[in-house]
């Protein structure tokens, strides 16, 4: 039985984003971590990682998506403070580190050209990345289905889903 | 969004504690999908002060079955429900509803109890403050519905009285023909009560010191086939403009027993017992499916843009019967 | 054709990577130091007078900077004519702005504005277009009597045009077989929805000197209006990679104006972003279209005369409304060849959300409600519709008033190939089966086909101007005010510059979108990406390289057009044996500059014809989209997959999806937007997609010297009323309006006893 009366105010959070570990103070201060804070928002606007986009930020269009446990979530609809113990990934943490080479569906959709203003291209990528990771060999159904949850308003959905099949023929 | 308090919960007891102690200041916050759309937008006149996570209590994301049927913990998100094997065998009709739920995304993140507890999708009251105000609807304390001779092409066709939202939940409306039970726990102990009871004019039973802990679900005939249909705009995104689940068993070329029941018609699941009369000892020819798909709709009641939703409803019916 | 290096290749877009790896920058990832946030105060009455505000509360609120209201706003002035300031003491629409407020935080100034107290007298609002041309109708400007803009505005020079006026109605009536009568409107005002919100920051220098970044497609035309529109400051626009526009970001000052203004009264760098609700209840949507109209035919298929009121909505106010009436008169005349015309526009005030530029810019608005008018005739003369477009598209050596009113005669190319290969690719001839018929029927399903057109002659709109500057080691730089906005031009007119010079294209960039370093650039609207701006472009490479060749010439001791350069070596023609560095005759320290410019042509239109296939639901009143194949000529590709890309765009960005579900929904007793959320406002996903095929030819433009041009922005306008006319065909009745959702098809199929059938709702 947790004790009722802790505040909530005297706290941290640690959030581990692409393999980084961050500290916060949680608080309204201007460097400190609100509980009202999306996941989008600290992620953007404490870490600098705006490959994240917001678009609709009611959790309907998808560019905020971000992979949190290996699955795809939506960052506009978390709050910072309850993703404590995460492993969060973003865009920004795709590819190899070391190497510094981009993950094959990014490169993929590079040779597709799968993208037009490329604003929802992130969420997409990263939705497509939970996709293969449980899936790696999903047909285009699938992919569009795994997709349905991404805005893309230039319509280049025809071109990602060539790009994300061409992945899935190499084995992703 | 606006500044509040929050705090992890350990146990279901510290969340009634907190509940009580916040006597309605306190907002639950499960899969967050509905709530934080509701706070961004600011269109309740009250903002909580306290945010109780509750996703951290892990025994509630639970999926077991015993002899009765299967317990589902409230805090188990959809995607478990999608990929169960218990529920694909026994109850598929679960599944059915789940993955036409919104988005991957929504589904990795909203939970069953949530999808039963989400506020209403009524777009004048998710009116977003930002733009000249929200809307003090009737449902808020307001004198009148403004959908009654507004845009109503999404309001309820059936049983509204004063306010004219429906129920958003496609969960609801399958756990409704399960004939499931929801366990309560709250200030005063623990209760138990059927889905179809669960809802309420203007929202849900819950009192301010309660949280749903369980669902539980009777085992259905294994002969008794299932049955749910969505129809929305889009296949994803959308909330149901209509949905119809049935549970329909036949035996020599017999309906020996028929559950119907009618989503997004009305403020809560619409169990259309003359129509599941009529079915029941009949062979389901086409004429008999007609006429109890008619007889499903007798009670509608549409407004001024929604009488589409009636024609709709019957179809639902029909083919939901029909298994097709 | 000819074999190019890069043209005409599929090519890897030069941004590709920043956006895979989400470093590219789009507005709302800028942030300057001691930036503040704006935030707007937005009115809950579609129409009032503001008869007090009180600020004070909000201004003591900790992190709050500045508060604005009409009493301190700069009279600065936007619209056509300008009529709209950025605070003003009366509001026009819900959502019209009432206040302006600089915070530290978002969440601050969200805070404030609910701490300014503000009295209204509400007026009454009026959103029917001709009930607000009633004489007792609310008035929105007093300069607006009857709230009918003013025609005549120097829009596109002296004399624009503003209305079809050709030929003798009564010689047109006679010489008609019969005549047919009909009304139909597109009045859904779909948004073009752009993932990326409208967004700035200003920055000012001193009292005159103000810096924009922002998400508009035309940076550095918005620097020149912005000088205009606030008097003598001076502007330096910085454009950045454009999150989508549809030509919605083309003029920025709705969204510029606040934040200039909060910036100069703090006196430090304020960004402003709008929300989603804010783009789609407070930022300009499609202007509505209604036609009420008459057509005089043959039973061959010809037009004798076409009359019609044409009822233009442009909401609270017109931001381009004139200009986009103008083109669409002049690309129904493209459409449709007749003798004799009466179109009479009428462009209209309203209490919603105001009207602005969207892809299909009028010509869309209009066909949409137009088309439908001629297919009553071509139904009656029982004519192919694929017939009927194909004898009336406008062909080489036909003229037709253009929007700056003079008469342009085409000197493009016949289209009837590309309108019989799409015919082809689409199985035309097996599916249709005549007016009102369905192709097929399988249980409660029918499928009924539909075609469209649409063609403009504004790929040579504007001026464009271009350098091209060569550096000794062989690379080349575009200097060039074009921004990103999605169909990779930025990246098209690096191709055409490898191209003349045959140098590597990752030897050629492109410059900032600043216009402080670089010319003039109207920017990439109406589809003169590849004719207008690349003429610009390509003239500037040609420049400078016959510069470098005067300069190599004498080293090789030949006249310069003798020589030839690739991959940044130059020698003589035929004699490769014998190549020269760039740097033998720039040297270590000089470079040499092209300048390219581009003056407005408009004689090319271009060509698209949509073909679409839907599949109607008879019970529930579902209609789908099963097949779509646009049918286009573009002279040259320059870039395969960006074209594709952007003619796969017909489909959203209130394109053919504003014929099926895409609508916005106004509360008109409320004046309020019932849909500001996209859960409510329907888009395509990916679940749900037809098969798409395109059917694309290349006949030589005399265009530039690749002889292409750009058909873009044209298609998604051919879609709407293709998909009204396949919906009729498959119910066997006709629908006069837009979006066909499930009710308007149940009600015209009788389905619903207690709804009225038919008719504009």
Redesign the interface.
């Known amino acids: 039985m947790g004790e009722i009366n802790r505040s909530p105010y005297e706290s941290t959070i640690t959030l581990t984003v692409n393999g980084d570990t961050h500290l916060f103070r949680l608080g309204e201060g201007c460097h400190e971590v609100s509980p009202s804070h999306t996941l989008a928002f600290t992620l953007r606007e404490r870490l600098g990682l705006t490959g994240t986009k917001i678009s609709c930020d009611r959790g309907a269009c998808g560019c905020c998506t971000v992979m949190m446990d290996g699955k795809a979530v939506l960052s506009c609809m978390l709050l910072t403070v309850e993703c404590e113990e995460k492993v969060i990934s973003t865009i920004e943490g795709l590819g190899d580190p070391i190497t510094g080479s981009i993950d094959p569906i990014q490169q993929s959709f590079i040779d597709h050209t799968a993208f037009q203003c490329g604003f929802c291209t992130p969420g997409i990528i990263m939705s497509t990345k939970a996709l293969l990771t449980e899936n790696p060999s999903p047909t285009r159904g699938e992919v569009q289905e795994a997709l349905a949850g991404n805005f893309c308003r230039c319509n280049s959905h025809y071109h990602v889903l060539d790009a994300v099949m061409a992945v899935t023929r190499k084995g992703g | 969004m606006k500044a509040f308090a929050h705090i992890n919960a350990c146990s279901v007891g510290e969340v009634i504690q907190l509940l009580a102690k916040y006597q309605g200041k306190a907002k639950l916050n499960a899969g967050g999908t509905d709530l934080l759309g509701v706070l961004k937008d600011r269109i309740l006149p009250d903002y909580p002060e306290l945010i109780i996570n509750i996703k951290t209590i892990t025994q509630l994301n639970s999926i077991e079955e015993n002899d009765e049927g299967l317990r589902i913990g409230a805090l188990t998100p959809l995607i478990n429900i999608i990929a169960s094997p218990l529920v694909e065998k026994t109850y598929s009709i679960l599944k059915e509803a789940a993955v036409t739920v919104a988005s991957p995304q929504i589904r990795n993140m909203a939970t069953m109890g949530g999808n039963l507890c989400q506020d209403t999708r009524c777009w004048y009251y998710r009116y977003p403050d930002e733009i000249g105000g929200m809307i003090k609807c009737f449902r808020k304390g307001g004198k009148t519905c403004p959908a009654v001779t507004g845009e109503n092409r999404y309001h309820a066709i059936m049983e509204a009285r004063k306010c004219f939202a429906v129920c958003p939940s496609d969960m609801a409306v399958v756990l409704t023909v399960l004939g499931a039970t929801l366990t309560i726990a709250g200030g005063g102990g623990t209760r138990d009560i059927s889905v179809e009871e669960f809802f309420t004019p203007m929202g849900n039973v819950l009192v301010p010191d309660e949280m749903i802990t369980m669902i539980n679900i009777p085992k259905p005939s294994p002969v008794a086939s299932q049955n749910f249909l969505k129809f929305t705009l889009r296949k994803p995104i959308d909330f149901a403009i209509v949905s119809a689940a049935s549970l329909i068993t036949i035996d020599r070329g017999i309906c020996t027993d028929a559950r119907v029941i009618l989503g997004a018609v009305a403020w809560k699941p619409i169990r259309v017992s003359e129509a599941e009369g009529f079915l029941r000892g009949k062979e389901l020819t086409e004429e008999v499916i007609a006429e109890g798909a008619r007889l499903a709709l007798v009670g509608a009641k549409p407004l001024s843009k929604n009488a589409y939703k009636v024609d709709i409803a019957k179809t639902l019916v029909k083919r939901a019967v029909a298994g097709c | 054709m000819k074999d190019y290096r890069f043209i005409g290749k599929?090519t890897?877009?030069k941004?590709?990577?920043d956006?895979?790896?989400?470093?590219?920058?789009?507005i709302?990832?800028l942030s300057f130091p001691n930036m503040l946030y704006a935030k707007v105060l937005?009115?809950?009455?579609p129409h009032a007078l503001i008869k007090s505000i009180d600020t004070a509360k909000a201004m003591k609120l900790p992190g709050v900077k500045a508060v604005l209201t009409y009493k301190d706003i700069p009279d600065w002035m936007g619209g056509l004519p300008r009529h709209v300031r950025v605070l003003d003491s009366k509001v026009r629409y819900?959502?019209d702005a009432v206040a302006l407020v600089a915070a530290?935080?978002e969440?601050i100034g969200?805070?404030a504005?609910r701490l300014i107290i503000v009295e209204y007298e509400p007026l009454p609002a009026v959103y029917d277009v001709e009930e607000a041309m009633q004489p007792e109708a609310p008035q929105l400007y007093e300069q607006f009597p009857g709230n009918v803009l003013p025609r005549g505005i120097r829009v596109f020079g002296p004399n624009p045009l503003q209305e079809v006026v050709i030929g003798d109605i009564d010689q047109g009536i006679a010489e008609a077989d019969f005549i047919v009568e009909g009304t139909y409107s597109y009045e859904n005002i779909p948004n073009?929805?752009?993932?990326?919100?409208p967004g700035a920051i200003a920055v000012w220098e001193g009292e005159d000197t103000l810096t924009v970044w922002s998400a508009s497609q035309g940076p550095h035309i918005l620097k020149v209006a912005l000088q205009k529109m606030m008097g003598s400051s001076n502007v330096r626009s910085m454009g950045s990679?454009?999150?989508?526009?549809?030509g919605s970001k083309y003029m920025s000052w709705q969204y510029v104006f606040p934040a200039a203004a909060l910036a100069k009264a703090t006196r430090r760098p304020v960004k402003i972003c709008y929300?989603?609700?804010?783009q789609l209840?407070?930022f300009t949507v499609r202007l509505g279209s209604r036609i009420h109209g008459k057509v005089g035919m043959k039973m061959d298929g010809s037009v004798t005369f076409l009359e019609g009121d044409w009822f233009v909505n442009t909401g609270a106010f017109s931001e381009m409304a004139q200009g986009m009436v103008a083109v669409g008169c002049g690309e129904a005349q493209l459409m449709l060849k007749c003798a004799n015309w009466n179109l009479k526009p009428k462009v209209v005030c309203t209490n919603r959300t105001a009207s602005g530029q969207v892809r299909g810019f009028g010509g869309q608005e209009l066909k949409c409600a137009l088309v439908p008018i001629l297919t009553l005739g071509m139904e009656k003369a029982n004519i192919d519709p694929v017939d009927f477009f194909k004898k009336n598209y406008v062909k080489p050596g036909e003229g037709y008033y253009w929007r700056d009113g003079e008469w342009w005669v085409s000197k493009g190319i016949d289209f009837t190939n590309a309108i019989e290969e799409g015919a082809r690719v689409f199985g035309w001839q097996e599916k249709w089966q005549g007016w009102l018929k369905p192709s097929s029927v399988e249980g409660t399903k029918r499928r009924g086909v539909g075609v469209g057109v649409h063609g403009n002659a504004d790929v040579g709109e504007d001026v464009s101007e271009a350098f091209v500057r060569l550096d000794p080691d062989g690379k080349a730089i575009i200097y060039s005010g074009l921004a990103?906005?999605?169909?990779?031009q930025r990246s098209n007119i690096c191709k055409m510059v490898a191209e003349i010079l045959q140098i590597p294209l990752e030897w050629v960039s492109v410059t900032a979108a600043d216009s402080s370093i670089n010319p003039f650039e109207f920017g990439p609207v109406g589809s003169r990406g590849t004719y207008a701006i690349g003429s610009a472009v390509i003239e500037a490479a040609e420049k400078a390289k016959k510069q470098l060749f005067d300069l190599m010439a004498p080293k090789f001791k030949v006249t310069p057009e003798e020589l030839e350069t690739v991959n940044g070596m130059v020698y003589v023609k035929g004699k490769d044996e014998e190549k020269l560095p760039w740097i033998a005759g720039l040297g270590y320290h000089g470079t040499c500059l092209g300048r390219g410019r581009f003056q407005p042509d408009f004689t090319l239109p271009n060509f698209m014809m949509i073909f679409t296939e839907v599949e109607v639901d008879t019970?529930?009143?579902?209609v789908d989209l099963i097949k779509v194949v646009s049918a286009t000529d573009v002279g040259q590709i320059i870039?395969p997959?960006?074209l594709?890309?952007?003619l796969?765009?017909?489909?959203?960005?209130a394109g053919i999806d504003s014929a099926l579900?895409e609508e916005t929904?106004l509360?008109t007793?409320?004046g309020?937007?019932?849909?500001?959320?996209?859960?409510?406002y329907?888009?395509?996903?990916?679940?749900?997609?037809p098969e798409?095929e395109h059917a694309i030819l290349e006949t030589p433009f005399p265009s530039h010297r690749f002889h292409a041009i750009g058909v873009g922005e044209i298609a998604p306008s051919p879609g709407p009323s293709a998909v009204l006319m396949a919906v009729a065909n498959a119910i066997g009745v006709r629908i006069y309006d837009y979006p066909l959702?499930?009710?308007k098809i149940?009600?015209a199929l009788g389905?619903?006893d207690?709804?009225k059938k038919g008719g504009r709702?």
């Open positions: 599929a890897t877009r941004d590709a990577l956006i895979v790896t989400g470093k590219t920058k789009f709302n990832d937005r009115s809950p009455f819900v959502g530290e935080t969440e969200e805070e504005l073009p929805l752009p993932p990326e919100s990679p454009v999150g989508g526009s549809y929300g989603r609700a804010e209840a407070a990103e906005h999605g169909t990779g019970e529930t009143g579902k870039d997959p960006s594709i890309n952007q796969n765009g017909c489909l959203g960005s579900f929904v509360d007793r409320l309020r937007i019932m849909n500001p959320n996209m859960i409510d329907k888009w395509r996903t990916f679940a749900e997609l798409m959702t499930p009710d149940l009600s389905k619903m207690t709804l709702g």
